[in-house]
Every structure is written in C-alpha cells, then in structure tokens.
Nanobody, 120 residues
Framework: QVQLEESGGGLVRAGGSLRLSCRLS????????MAWYRQAPGKQRDLVAY???????NYPDSVKGRFDISIDNGRRLGHLQMNSLKSEDTAVYYC??????????????WGQGTQVTVSS
C-alpha cells in the first residue's frame, strides 16, 4: 500500500512563504512523478506544480516563478516551496504521486490535504 503524509500548511500573511512536504511510504512503490494540486471552496482541483523523476517540471502561469517543487530522499519525500504568497493562493493543497507497485501495477495516490490560508 502507498500512503502519503502531508505537512507544512498554515496561516501566513500575503508576501510570506510556506513549505509543504509530502512523505511517501510503501516499500515496493517506485515513484514516476509527484504533483501538487489545490482546491479552493466551490472551485475545482487545479494543478500547481508537477515534477517527474527525470526532472521535468510544469507550473501554471499563476504560480510560475513563485512556487518550486522538489523530490529528494531517495524519492520518498517531496516539497512545495511557496514564496510571495497571495490571498488567491488560499486553498487546500494535495500531494499526488504516480508510479508502480512492485514495478508492475500502476498506482496513483492522493494525500489527505493541508490547508494554506494567506491573509491580506
């Protein structure tokens, strides 16, 4: 089984920074990509950062230059560094990982979500 543990959310003033973390467990799971999504009340869940294990990244224009995704610790821990935060960044942030269990079975998994609130 693959489990994700997110941390790092909280309340921050506009212009401030937060760093979200996503810890992955599941010894037979081989990561191929990690992403962060966010969902504000009444809105759809949107991608904010994507990184594959070959280093390819993708960010929407709304966060480009402010957010930075990374994967480390033998691909068992990921981070989303968020700088210059704006009130419109307020949302629940979810970690998403994709990969293979036992090298064979494709698996996509979501974290429980962590609240980020940016006060203006």
């Amino acid at each position: 089984q693959v489990q994700l543990e997110e941390s790092g959310g909280g309340l921050v003033r506009a212009g401030g920074s937060l760093r979200l973390s996503c810890r992955l467990s599941g010894s037979t799971f081989s990561l191929t990509s990690m992403a962060w999504y966010r969902q504000a009340p009444g809105k759809q869940r949107d991608l904010v950062a994507y990184m594959s294990t070959d280093g390819t990244t993708n960010y929407p224009d709304s966060v480009k230059g402010r957010f930075d995704i990374s994967i480390d610790n033998g691909r068992r821990l990921g981070h989303l560094q968020m700088n210059s935060l704006k009130s419109e960044d307020t949302a629940v942030y979810y970690c998403n990982v994709r990969g293979y269990v036992g090298g064979i079975r494709y698996s996509e998994n979501w974290g429980q979500g962590t609240q980020v609130t940016v006060s203006s």
